[in-house]
Nanobody, 126 residues
Framework: QVQLVESGGGLVQAGDSLRLSCAAS????????MGWFRQAPGTEREFVAV????????YYSDSVKGRFTISRDTAKNTVYLQMNSLKPEDTAVYYC???????????????????WGQGTQVTVSS
């Protein structure tokens, strides 16, 4: 059974940092484009960051650019999201997602992803 499991969320103050992890199990995701999305209460899920197979292409939403860093460790089958200078507006459930291994291009659209984790809550207090 293929699974993506996020961890690392929590309650922090504005200006703090968190690192989210997304561990894949069931098979290797080294050939999958991986993305992070988030959803705040009452809003639609929105794109945060994406990384291609070899990490040669990385994109961020404008709202997190310069503060968040996506990375991957192929040996550990894990993707990370380092979040610095957190703001209250970053409060959301954060989801890890993977595209099909047959797709090489990154995407900012959640409908383009085939596998999803259950999400981890990030709450930033002011």
């Amino acid at each position: 059974q293929v699974q993506l499991v996020e961890s690392g969320g929590g309650l922090v103050q504005a200006g703090d940092s968190l690192r989210l992890s997304c561990a894949a199990s069931g098979r290797s995701f080294s050939n999958n484009v991986m993305g992070w999305f988030r959803q705040a209460p009452g809003t639609e899920r929105e794109f945060v960051a994406v990384i291609t197979r070899g990490g040669e292409r990385i994109y961020y939403s404008d709202s997190v650019k310069g503060r968040f860093t996506i990375s991957r460790d192929t040996a550990k089958n894990t993707v990370y999201l380092q979040m610095n200078s957190l703001k209250p507006e970053d409060t959301a459930v954060y989801y890890c997602a993977a595209r099909s291994r047959y797709t090489v291009s990154p995407s900012t659209q959640d409908g383009a992803y085939d596998y999803w984790g259950q999400g981890t809550q990030v709450t930033v207090s002011s």
